[in-house]
Antibody, heavy 123, light 106 residues
Framework: EVQLVQSGAEVKKPGESLKISCKGS????????IGWVRQMPGKGLEWMGI????????RYSPSFQGQVTISADKSISTAYLQWSSLKASDTAMYYC????????????????WGQGTMVTVSS | AIRMTQSPSSFSASTGDRVTITCRAS??????LAWYQQKPGKAPKLLIY???TLQSGVPSRFSGSGSGTDFTLTISCLQSEDFATYYC????????FGQGTKVEIK
């Protein structure tokens, strides 16, 4: 079964660092892109960025560039989303999702989603 | 960045209704358009990609159309399990989601 399994919920204080994970299984992890999507409480979906684990090619939304870091360890089929200094406004559900590679540098829609990781930042 | 605008933001409908949601891109995106369904507390689910291609396992009452800047998602006969929020997404240049359309029970 093709699936993405995300790490568990986190409760952090402002200023702390955090790295959440997304482990792929049931498919060739290095042949698909993995993206990250934020959903703040009661709000819509926001595309944060995406990585191709095969060569670590990474793209960021301008809204999230410099705010988070996306990485991947293909040896363990896991992608990561990390913050160096959390803010209360980072409180949200974060989803990882898989996208097909289209040509050499493009990606398709998200066909497989993780279950989500809830991040709560509060003093 | 490409902006995606959905309309309406929400509406009420009854089981059996034919419903249509529209999505407009701020610039041409060819057919690089997907539709997702999200239910409360759940991850989004891909319904349609390439503007009109039904994802495997999705009921045929869902259909998509359009190209360029204007797109529609149609549910031909609304079922109880279809009450949810729907998002369009462009993947022509990076990715962007629309703001969502909530379909509620009348």
């Amino acid at each position: 079964e093709v699936q993405l399994v995300q790490s568990g919920a986190e409760v952090k204080k402002p200023g702390e660092s955090l790295k959440i994970s997304c482990k792929g299984s049931g498919y060739s992890f290095t042949s698909y892109w993995i993206g990250w999507v934020r959903q703040m409480p009661g709000k819509g979906l926001e595309w944060m960025g995406i990585i191709y684990p095969g060569d670590s090619d990474t793209r960021y939304s301008p809204s999230f560039q410099g705010q988070v870091t996306i990485s991947a360890d293909k040896s363990i089929s896991t992608a990561y989303l990390q913050w160096s200094s959390l803010k209360a406004s980072d409180t949200a559900m974060y989803y990882c999702a898989r996208a097909e590679a289209v040509g050499a540098t493009r990606f398709g829609a998200f066909d497989i989603w993780g279950q989500g990781t809830m991040v709560t930042v509060s003093s | 960045a490409i902006r995606m605008t959905q309309s309406p933001s929400s509406f009420s409908a009854s089981t059996g209704d034919r419903v249509t949601i529209t999505c407009r891109a701020s610039q041409g995106i060819s057919s690089y358009l997907a539709w997702y369904q999200q239910k409360p507390g759940k991850a989004p689910k891909l319904l349609i990609y390439a503007a009109s291609t039904l994802q495997s396992g999705v009921p045929s009452r869902f259909s998509g159309s359009g190209s360029g800047t204007d797109f529609t998602l149609t549910i031909s006969c609304l079922q109880s399990e279809d009450f949810a929020t729907y998002y369009c997404q462009q993947y022509y240049s990076y990715q962007t989601f629309g703001q969502g359309t909530k379909v509620e029970i009348k």
